[in-house]
């Protein structure tokens, strides 16, 4: 049996690897907190990436040509491979899958809140590419260096499938901002309306945020919530600018001291009502995972059965 000082000792080793950055891997000893903060932050990962090819998902019929259906295709997929990834980096913690999307069909594990916002335009698809996937970007590349193994690994893919996500997004808003005035007028309405939940996806301010503080003791986080919100904030004046189109924060200004743009503040109640489950899509978008996870049903069990065959086989031949 292990005694207080067996696993305080353990514990003081731990800590010292993170410090000296090396990577904790799915057979180290971990404290049990670690690892319930990765479960949760690596499984809500993946589930918003699951979860977030569903507003996208609602254009690809709609995409104003082929070449655009091909690329938002593509990019919806890309995101469906991002979550079998996270999932695959969570189960190395000990959680099985299928108890993982239980979870998240239950409403007890939760997913970026900004996918329950509705598509409503050609413009919007723009803009989740270019706010959404743009604001996502600079919260992984951050978490490349965070200091769970697989996670990294698994964010380095990730990162250079986003920046392509990025692009096509931008390049979207580019062809309607500087396009007809109904185009541009598109544009801007796409713009204002996610560009604030672009920057909730950031989660509370610091002093806020229940989990913040530990997840960077352990280097889970490498950097706080508002810091990657500011960073967001700055890269995306240019962009607007070079559109052409107004910035939807209308006190947005360059603070030369700071070396950074001042803002104005988000509205925290609209965020937390969209956590709690009041957005506009929270229940179509749970309802549709359900029955796309029944409908696939077969499809597990085919290959279960297949796995099972396989294995006696293997057995007879020894
Ligand atoms: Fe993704
Ligand atoms: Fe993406």
Redesign the pocket.
């Known amino acids: 049996m292990k005694t207080t000082a067996d696993e305080t000792r353990l514990e003081q080793r731990f800590q010292q690897r993170i410090e000296q950055e090396q990577k904790i891997e799915p057979k180290d000893w971990m404290p049990d907190g670690y690892r319930k903060s990765l479960i949760r932050q690596i499984s809500q990962h993946a589930h918003s990436e699951v979860i ?1 090819m569903q507003p996208e998902g609602n254009f690809i019929t709609r995409a104003p040509s082929l070449r655009r259906k091909a690329v938002l295709l593509s ?1 919806v997929q ?2 469906g491979g ?1 979550g079998l990834y996270l999932y695959s980096a969570a189960e190395t913690l000990g959680t099985p899958r299928s108890e993982l999307i239980a979870a998240l069909q239950s409403g007890e594990a939760k997913y970026a809140s900004i996918f329950n916002y509705p598509t409503q335009s050609w413009g919007d698809i723009g803009a989740i590419g270019w706010l959404v ?1 743009g604001a ?1 970007i600079v919260n992984q590349i951050s978490l490349q260096r965070t200091s769970y193994g697989p996670y990294a690994r698994g964010m380095v893919r990730i990162c250079k ?2 920046s392509f ?1 990025q692009r096509q997004g931008y390049e979207i808003m580019i062809a309607l901002a500087h396009g007809s005035p109904a185009q541009k007028r598109m544009a801007q309405d796409s713009l204002n309306r996610f560009y604030w939940p672009a920057l909730m996806m950031f989660g509370p301010h610091d002093s806020e945020s229940a989990h913040s503080a530990r997840s960077m003791q352990w280097k889970i986080k490498r950097e706080t919530n508002d810091d990657l919100r500011q960073k967001f904030i700055d890269q995306t004046v240019p962009q607007i600018e070079y559109l052409g189109l107004q910035h939807p924060d209308s006190e947005i200004s360059w603070n030369e001291a700071r070396g950074h743009y001042d803002h104005g503040e988000i509205d925290w109640n609209e965020f937390y009502a969209v956590i709690n489950g009041n957005g506009h899509c929270n229940r179509q978008r749970i309802t549709h995972h359900i029955r796309a996870h029944e409908d696939g049903a077969w499809v597990r069990d085919a290959i279960t059965a297949h796995n099972e065959k396989l294995r006696k086989r293997a057995q007879q031949v020894a």
């Open positions: 977030g990019k890309d995101e991002h996937d996502a499938e986003e996500h």
